[in-house]
């Protein structure tokens, strides 16, 4: 009988890891931040779900079916506590520590999210429910992102990876018709790549097939955010110090070519352009000085012709009157050599 039970147990294990080595193989999530890396550079961005390139975020606005958006999934593991949540800090900036969590009663209480309090079977105590038309998945029109550049120096790797986002909700004020955001809090990436590998998604307007994830979506960068703020030692986003529109946008665009400069640099690619350039150049240059030398040794070798010609004639002409000369001498010179 103990045999048994023993056997079942063992069975029922091997059952669980093949079951959690297949889900593992089926739902592969993206890598996180090497743990030892020589640089790092961290953007912040805001992701604009108003804009078609990051839509695939925002619709449907309410649950269909399984289609459900990024927030409402959020939403849903916050309250069932699959997952922390934690505070967004006034200078914007995360902490993902224990005493900065909030739960999700809070959140509910601080954005005016209306709940119910339902009693439910075999349980003292009561159970907050949200109805799918309360959560405010319309009002989240905005995104709060953390990418962080990096290059791994053992495995010689440059590359990106999300480390944090934060649902923004968009409410009008009292008797204003602007809109105002505000940002709900912040979530570990990891802690979502789980839910965010079972979700299937459709990223393209040509395209309707559910063929992607929203892990792959983040992970290949599909998104398209403009950069609000770097971790600088000042702790200071683009806005304090940058006076107007149009400085700002030269801003991002520096820090964008910043990024790519980086890269290119990391591997050399402006020294074999340089060489290549060099390269190419002076094989011009090669070409030229031997297409004049050439031009020098033809020049040489007809000189050298013509001044052997001269030369030549000159001999034969010095011959000559070397024999008229000789035939013009006296005949004493003659008689001197006979004797």
């Not at 709900?184 to 393209?204: E, G, R």
Request: glycine share 4%; hydrophobic share 35%; proline share 3%.
């Amino acid at each position: 009988m103990k045999l048994s039970v023993k056997l079942i147990i063992a069975v029922t294990l091997c059952a669980l890891n093949v079951s959690a080595g297949w889900t593992q193989r089926q739902y592969p999530g993206s890598v996180g931040l090497p743990d030892d890396v020589v640089w790092m550079r961290e953007i912040y961005r805001t992701l604009d779900l108003t804009k078609d390139t990051n839509g695939a975020l925002y619709y449907p606005v309410e649950p269909q079916g399984s289609k459900v958006n990024l927030f409402t999934t959020m939403f849903r593991l916050l309250a069932q506590k699959k997952i922390p949540a934690y505070e967004y800090q006034l200078d914007g900036t995360e902490r993902f520590q224990k005493d900065a969590e909030v739960t999700f009663r809070e959140v509910l209480d601080r954005f005016q999210i209306y709940y119910e309090m339902k009693k439910v079977a075999n349980r003292r105590d009561s159970v907050l429910s949200v109805n799918n038309s309360d959560i405010p998945s319309a009002d989240v029109l905005s995104y709060f992102i953390k990418e962080v550049w990096y290059f791994d120096q053992r495995t010689s790797t440059y590359g990106s990876v999300i480390t944090a986002v934060c649902p923004v909700l968009h409410r009008s004020e009292d008797f204003s018709s602007e809109k105002m955001t505000f940002p709900m809090f912040w979530v570990n990436y990891q802690d979502l790549v789980p839910y965010l590998t079972q979700s299937k998604i459709s990223v393209s307007n040509y395209n309707n097939a559910a063929n992607s994830t929203w892990d792959d979506f983040f992970t290949a960068r599909l998104y398209k955010g403009e950069i609000y703020k770097t971790t600088n030692l000042q702790n200071r986003t683009l806005s304090q110090y940058c006076p107007t529109d149009s400085a700002m946008v030269k801003e991002q665009k520096r820090i964008e070519k910043e990024l790519v400069d980086f890269e290119n640099t990391l591997y050399g690619r402006d020294l074999i352009e340089e060489t290549d350039s060099l390269s190419a150049t002076s094989g011009v240059k090669v070409a030229k000085s031997n297409s004049k030398k050439k031009g020098r040794d033809n020049v040489v070798t007809t000189k050298s012709k013509s001044s052997s010609s001269v030369k030549s004639k000159s001999s034969s002409s010095k011959s000559q009157s070397v024999s008229k000369r000789e035939a013009a001498a006296p005949k004493a010179s003659v008689r001197r050599q006979r004797r």
